[in-house]
């Protein structure tokens, strides 16, 4: 609880209960009860109640109520969203937030707001904190603009160039398998190796080679789907975070540098990496650019290297790869825009205006390209609930209403996109054409479809090389293939918890023979 302040210290002269809170008159739950339309516990949701329930120590319903439930938590959240509005309570110190603007104003550059202790209940390695799961602000912000240097600048050629390879590869591999007689396949699966290929050969300059060998290297891939399920669920119940997040228990159950498979084989490798080039201390050229390097130079200490490679994989790759598996799936589905996008393709072909392959300059100024990018993003969009701001001593109000310091803003992303107020009232539709034009609506669709990848202080590091390979790809698959639903009742299994995972992606894909240049690579 803070301390008392006075009214006219805090600004605060229209709103009792707030005024009441500032003076240290009461406390934080007092508020939550007093407000009729900010107590949500008379709701016999599983989902709130399980989360409240944490606090009252009924852990067994609550952990299983979580468990079970959280892989439809967009479901569960956009109905409550619908019944409650933009901000409501899922737990005595949090509430999830819906509002675009009031999460732009929460997460602006200068913005008072710290982390929630969820973030540490993201962590995966009991040597130290990676840059997500610093939850020290300024040891945060310093962090972070040491890594961020590999993303801008000069480097910004050699991450195109990188994608460049890695969408070759993507695309070699599918067509060696229609030459094979393999026309159907499992899309989900290989765009998370393409990914997976990317950001390994960025990050230490070795592609693990999944694509090439049609693996799963190091079972990593199936070792995240088993293990996100799980963390993802359990950050949200503050004692199990605690306890798993706590150095004595991943010392015990958690991945080590010593394993022989899965996360820890991964962490073992990175160490090693990280290790022969601190001790050689030879950064390689500009040419061969890999992000370990850039680090070094930037002075960013071996340990922090290691942890923050190690969350490149996972955060640059399920992202991006849900995206694309999610934009292909409404491409396949709406045959009037899937014509559309290749008419569009092919009249850029003719007209000489894209190169062999699309740059990311040229792939900017396809109109409908980039309307269904956007499209995609919003809908499929990769982060789907979580990453609280913790709010400042002053309390804020916000939606309406006074939250006081301490409680935990989660974001459901998944409700924000779909809002019907920005988006129109097809919003739940696969539809781009709502970004053709220069409107000043769209424009604000535009800014709320960026906070996908948060805002401010709190943004993401790899959205310029998220961009540069939605940009693009569909450009690359599309001018090369076509793509075909293989089970229309069932195209895909999806569970959703902060993030997504997509299994059974099958899909039938052919050579497009009708357009051009296609067999450039
Ligand atoms: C479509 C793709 C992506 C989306 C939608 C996305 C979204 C996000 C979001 C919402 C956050 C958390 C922001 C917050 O704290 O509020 C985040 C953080 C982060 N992302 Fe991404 N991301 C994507 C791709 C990538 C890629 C490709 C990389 C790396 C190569 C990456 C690396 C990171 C890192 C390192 C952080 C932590 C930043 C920090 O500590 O402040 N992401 N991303």
């Known amino acids: 609880m803070s301390s008392a302040r006075t009214s006219a210290e805090t600004g605060v002269h229209d709103d009792p209960i707030k005024e009441e809170y500032c003076k240290g008159h009461i406390e934080k739950t007092d508020i939550y009860l007093r407000r009729r339309d900010y107590y949500l516990f008379q709701d016999n949701m599983l989902f709130i109640s399980a989360l409240s329930a944490i606090e009252r120590f009924r852990w067994p319903q609550a952990v299983l109520a979580m468990v079970g439930l959280i892989s439809l938590c967009h479901i569960i959240l956009d109905a409550e ?63 972070k603009s040491k890594l961020a240097s590999a993303f801008s600048g000069k480097h910004l050629a050699i991450l195109e160039a990188k994608t460049d390879k890695w969408i070759a590869a993507l695309i070699t591999t599918i067509r060696a398998k229609i030459t094979n007689g393999n026309e159907t396949l499992d899309i989900g699966r290989m765009i998370q190796y393409f990914q997976v290929d990317l950001i390994t050969d960025l990050g230490v300059g070795q592609a693990w080679k999944d694509l090439e060998e049609d693996k799963d290297h190091f079972g990593y891939l199936k070792m995240s789907d088993l293990v996100l399920p799980v963390i993802q669920s359990f950050s949200f119940l503050p004692l199990a975070r605690a306890l798993y997040s706590s150095i004595w228990f991943m010392k015990l159950f958690g991945p080590k540098t010593t394993d022989t498979n899965g996360l820890g084989l991964f962490l073992g490798i990175l160490e090693k990496e990280v290790k022969s080039r601190f001790s050689h201390n030879t950064p390689k050229s500009d040419a061969s650019f890999d992000i370990l390097d850039e680090w070094i130079r930037h002075g960013v200490p071996a340990n922090e290297c290691q942890f923050d490679l190690a969350l490149l994989v996972p955060a640059g790759s399920e992202t991006t790869a849900m995206m694309i598996k999610g934009t292909l799936l409404h491409l396949m589905s709406s045959p009037m825009i899937y014509q559309k996008a290749k008419q569009e393709i092919k009249n850029e072909i003719a007209a000489g205006r894209i190169s062999s392959p699309v740059t990311n300059e040229e792939a900017k100024s396809l109109e409908y390209m980039q309307a269904i990018v956007r499209e995609g993003l919003r809908l499929m969009v990769p982060v789907n609930f979580g990453f609280p701001k913790r709010v400042p001593d002053s309390g804020d109000t916000l939606c309406g209403t006074f939250l006081p310091a301490g409680t935990d803003i989660y974001v459901n992303y998944h409700s924000m996109m779909r809002n019907k107020e920005v988006f129109g009232e097809d919003a739940d539709s696969f539809r781009p054409e709502r970004f053709l034009g220069s409107g000043p609506n769209n424009a604000h669709m535009v800014k709320v479809v960026e906070l996908a990848f948060g805002n401010g202080r709190f943004m993401c590091l790899g959205k310029v090389l998220a961009w540069i390979e939605m940009n693009k790809l569909f450009i690359e698959l599309l001018r090369n293939f076509d793509f075909q639903i293989t089970n229309p009742e069932k195209p895909w299994s999806r569970a959703s918890y902060t993030t997504w995972i997509v299994y059974d992606f099958w899909v039938r894909v052919t050579e497009d023979t009708t357009i051009g240049d296609a067999k450039h690579l």
């Open 81 to 143: 969203k619908k019944k409650h509005g933009d901000l409501f309570r899922v737990g005595p110190d949090a509430v999830v937030i819906s509002d675009s603007e009031a999460w732009n104003q929460i997460t602006s550059a200068r913005s008072p707001y710290t982390r929630g202790l969820w973030y540490g209940g993201t962590r995966f390695d009991y040597r130290g904190p990676n840059v997500i799961t610093e939850l020290d602000m300024p040891k945060h912000g310093k962090r």
